[in-house]
């Protein structure tokens, strides 16, 4: 079992920026590939980045792309993603997943065996 607790969070203007981390407990942390997804009412959830468990891979969804950065730092059990240009659209509550296989598609939600609570993002115009 592993325990993920999202922080950072906030209100923001557009353009600006926002660091969210996500801390693990309960097992190895770097035994788990590790993605964030964010979700808005009516929506279904959407795959935003993603991280191998090395943190030498790395995978975005277009809508993200050289805007928003996935890094991890194993020592510290924790996942960040910094966001940066923040738009309006990317308001969401943003979840932190956790994947304990080594053979899996990285962008469905399905592939993750954990999950966070959660944290709101929101991006003023």
């Known amino acids: 079992q592993v325990q993920l607790v999202e922080s950072g969070g906030g209100l923001v203007q557009a353009g600006g920026s926002l660091r969210l981390s996500c801390a693990a407990s309960?097992?190895?942390?770097?035994?788990?590939?590790m993605g964030w997804f964010r979700q808005t009412p009516g929506k279904e959830r959407e795959f935003v980045a993603h991280?191998?468990?090395?943190?030498?891979?790395?995978n975005y969804a277009d809508s993200v792309k050289g805007r928003f950065t996935i890094s991890r730092d194993n020592a510290k059990n924790t996942v960040y993603l910094q966001m940066n240009s923040l738009k309006p659209e990317d308001t969401a509550v943003y979840c932190c997943?956790?994947?304990?296989?080594?053979?899996?598609?990285?962008?469905?939600?399905?592939?993750?065996?954990?999950w966070g609570q959660g944290t709101q993002v929101s991006v003023s115009s």
């Open positions: 997943a956790a994947i304990s296989r080594t053979s899996y598609r990285y962008g469905l939600p399905g592939s993750y065996d954990y």
């Open positions: 309960g097992r190895t942390f770097s035994n788990y590939a």
């Open positions: 991280i191998t468990r090395g943190g030498t891979n790395t």
